[in-house]
DNA sequence: CCAAAAGTGTTGCGTATACACCCATGG
DNA sequence: CCATGGGTGTATACGCAACACTTTTGG
């Protein structure tokens, strides 16, 4: 018989163009399994506290279950990681937001959330979810932005815009985004705000 | 605090050029959490029940965690799936391997073992865990009879070759099969025997 | 000599990559 | 008028898929 079970989860973000994950006080944030409770529910349980809105937006996957001996006994850790965009974390939890690249390799869970971001990559290269870390509406050089923060590498511009339009994932809002002091850019939204398979980088 | 932990097991193999997998009287293989043992640890146990040797030959690797209610409290089970050659099963165990092609759709964990083929078919495309359902030499043709089992599809003979030895994973062994009525086959064994990943199909 | 499986190349097509200039706006 | 970021097309290389015949052996 097990000892404790508890549920963590990475929550993601790109702020400022990084990839940032939440940390608050130096840990992941995690529960206590309670009784007759599921995992998902309790994964979504702790997200809520850092999130502004009901949680619909974002993306939840369940990673690894790891387990470690505790005394004479041992302790199981099942971890997810969620997506989040900005614009919707509480103002109150923004700064327990920690740049990834900043992240010091003795981090509690490093290993764990260097596995993290491994899966976040894969996700983005073979599904739409990017989805789950952009506003409703948004330019194309914003979506850029993120796939370059998360991949961890540039793209070449007209590549990205041909690739991204060819896959008719996004619809033109109409907008446009204006006031900073260059040309105007077109917006858009994604047509599905759910998960798909797709082949979207190689 | 959760009530029971337990680790299960998906046991796959080929045999006679199906897919099969290992359901002692129509249930995964399973174990309950034991105090202060790694969850790896209980998996193999479980493995080492059907296998003929020590297991080295395998490949092993968490599926995911499953927890559901029961009475007033919550179940979780791990699930784990493992790659077996077929010569190494033990002759006691080989009459509980069933062919998942004819599985009925009602089996106890069915969408849990549906997930696991899924999971076992993208393995195969990304990595070069195929070695670990083969015995040491084999010839190209057993080894593209492996990949259509599982992949459920036939492949053309020459570019599948073409694919093999471009990656260079393989060694000539300088052995031939012989004594089928047809031209001898030459055989071949992998260069290393550890996962790497490695695009083999798209 | 016949059945059975082994072994072997070429072509077309589509996708990925590399690369440079003009456009619209705010200040 | 200048700085900033938005927006656009082409040429090349590479990988994938489709396809049929000859070779070697056992019986």
Known sequence: MAGSVRVKVVIFSVINQQLHLYLPAGRLSQLPISSSSSLNSIAKKIVQEVTAEKIEEGYLEQLYTFSHPVEHDTRVDIIYFYLLPSDQIKESHKQSFISYEHLSKNTAEYSAIGYAVQRLRWKLEYTN????????????????KIYEAILGKN???????RKMLSLSLLRLSGKQKTGLKARPARMYSFRHRNPMMIKVFS
């Open 129 to 144: 979810v990017v989805y789950s870390l952009l506003p409703k509406e948004f330019t194309l050089s914003e979506l850029q």
């Open 155 to 161: 793209l070449d511009k007209r590549n990205f815009r």
